[in-house]
């Protein structure tokens, strides 16, 4: 089976690849640059911006962290991040990942299509109202992630009807996936939820709507994955934690490191405070969780509304901004990694061409 390109919006990407966009600063400017360089299209995480270039694009912090959301979304920060982004990728098509669930959401929205971005996916949470945010900025191409032909439907309905706008692709995400997912505990363990079981319902769906192109994601690691995912319909893949055993991936050295260590016993489903169960890896910080004997909590950063604030990451044990931000400087005792089912396997690290190739060539 041939990997085509694929038209997203005005956009043409060469290979079907998205790189999911991972956060706190997992994909940054060196892994999305180099993944559009290569003719995969490269996601930024929009996530913490406010740490990027040890916070050099704020206004105000409090225990060496950005303080408040208008700086750990920091519009300088992603801005600085886009533009380091295009120095490795010129004027190939680039993207962001903006959680829905993010404060700040418009706000990131605006700043992202202000700094050049070409694609805008956008999950954790319906994103019911993106286009209002993207109205001026129309060659801006907007991809929903869903993890049901159900959700689609609500995203298509209220686009079309409210903003006369489809999705210019989705991405599916099944329950393999790392970090948050779109469904219950006993949902993601579930056989009828899995990803090769939503694909068609899906693809169903957009044809109610139009031909914009799906891409799944949750579990894909090699050629063969592809390959399974596209005969059922996919027009292409989204892969996260593949892409962090590259060189290029803006994760410390640490971060990595804890990845090729991990076992397939050590991934599990953590709690969140989210809401939604998260998928990680067990390591000393979740030890301590577990007895109530983690980190202190104080929200700083006020990332995520579903949090309330630090409500919920003092019923759940540990602060998701400042867990990620550890994990991301590679501190090992106090980070939350994030990683998909398949994550074990990871046991080399490469660059992006040398991924590409390997995904290309089916090796």
Not at 24 to 37: E, F, H, Q, R, T
Not at 52 to 60: F, P, S, V
Not at 281 to 292: A, F, G, H, P, S
Request: net charge positive; hydrophobic share 40%.
């Amino acid at each position: 089976m041939e990997l085509k390109s694929v038209k997203i919006g005005k956009y043409e990407i060469k290979y079907p690849i998205f790189q999911g966009g991972m956060g706190l600063g997992i994909s940054w400017d060196k892994l999305a640059g180099n993944v559009s360089l290569n003719g995969g299209l490269g996601i930024i995480s929009s996530v913490g911006t406010g740490y990027y270039e040890q916070r050099a694009h704020i206004d105000k912090e409090l225990n060496a962290k950005p303080f408040g959301s208008e700086n750990f979304y920091s519009t300088r920060g992603l801005k600085a991040v886009i533009e380091n982004a295009r120095k490795i990728c010129g004027d190939l098509p680039l993207g962001v990942n903006i959680m829905y669930a993010a404060n700040e959401y418009a706000r990131v929205v605006k700043d992202a299509c202000e700094a050049g971005i070409n694609i805008i996916v956008s999950g954790a949470g319906l994103p019911t109202n993106l286009p209002e945010f993207t109205q001026n900025f129309k060659d801006v191409a907007l991809v929903p992630i869903v993890s049901s032909a159900k959700a689609l439907k609500i995203i298509c309905k209220r686009w079309s009807q409210r903003y006369d706008r489809l999705p210019d692709a989705v991405v599916l995400e099944g329950p393999l996936s790392g970090g948050h997912q779109g469904f219950t505990y006993e949902q993601c363990i579930d056989p009828e939820y899995q990803l090769e079981n939503l694909i068609k319902p899906v693809k169903d769906e957009i044809a109610q709507w139009g031909n914009f192109p799906l891409f799944v994601a949750g579990g894909i690691w090699d050629r063969a994955d592809i390959n399974k995912v596209m005969a059922l319909g996919a027009d292409g893949v989204q892969m996260g934690t593949r892409f962090i055993g590259t060189h290029e991936c803006d994760a410390a050295d640490g971060f990595k490191e804890v990845l090729l260590n991990a076992k397939q016993s050590d991934i599990e489903l953590l709690k969140s405070p989210v809401g939604y169960p998260a998928r990680g890896i067990r390591t000393q910080l979740i030890n301590l969780v577990d007895k109530r004997q983690g980190p202190k909590i104080q929200c700083i950063s006020n990332c995520v509304s579903p949090c309330g604030r630090g409500k919920e990451a003092k019923m759940v044990g540990y602060c998701i901004a400042d867990r990620l931000f550890d994990a991301y400087s590679g501190k090992k005792e106090s980070g939350l990694f994030f990683t998909g089912a398949n994550g074990y396997k990871l046991k080399e690290i490469i660059s992006v061409k040398e991924l590409f190739n390997k995904l290309i060539q089916g090796e």
